[in-house]
Nanobody, 125 residues
Framework: QVQLVESGGGLVQAGGSLRLSCAASGRTFSSYAMGWFRQAPGKEREFVTAITWSGGSTYYADSVKGRFTISRDNAKNTVYLQMNSLKPEDTAVYYC??????????????????WGQGTQVTVSS
């Protein structure tokens, strides 16, 4: 199985930046689309961004377009989320997920086979 561990979360002021990392175990990392979802207290988990297994396509929620960038390094079994111009409404636990050979389906939570434990991102106003 694939194990995912997120890191890089923390407390930042509005307008600041953070970079999240998701380190994956296993030898088949490149076979999975990788995505980031987030969940705030009292709210459902929502899609943030995803990247296909080849890295050829990326997808972003409208709320983060132009501010967040997803990338992956298959040689390091790691996916990254660069978050710029952070807003208080970005505050949430951010989860990394792996979806086997997903393409556009990576924008849907049901496509994911594995999830990390999450990392807290808090943006103060």
């Amino acid at each position: 199985q694939v194990q995912l561990v997120e890191s890089g979360g923390g407390l930042v002021q509005a307008g600041g930046s953070l970079r999240l990392s998701c380190a994956a175990s296993g030898r088949t990392f490149s076979s999975y689309a990788m995505g980031w979802f987030r969940q705030a207290p009292g709210k459902e988990r929502e899609f943030v961004t995803a990247i296909t297994w080849s890295g050829g396509s990326t997808y972003y929620a409208d709320s983060v377009k132009g501010r967040f960038t997803i990338s992956r390094d298959n040689a390091k079994n790691t996916v990254y989320l660069q978050m710029n111009s952070l807003k208080p409404e970005d505050t949430a636990v951010y989860y990394c997920g792996a979806a086997y050979r997903a393409t556009v389906q990576a924008v849907y939570a049901y496509s994911y086979d594995y999830w990390g434990q999450g990392t807290q991102v808090t943006v103060s106003s």
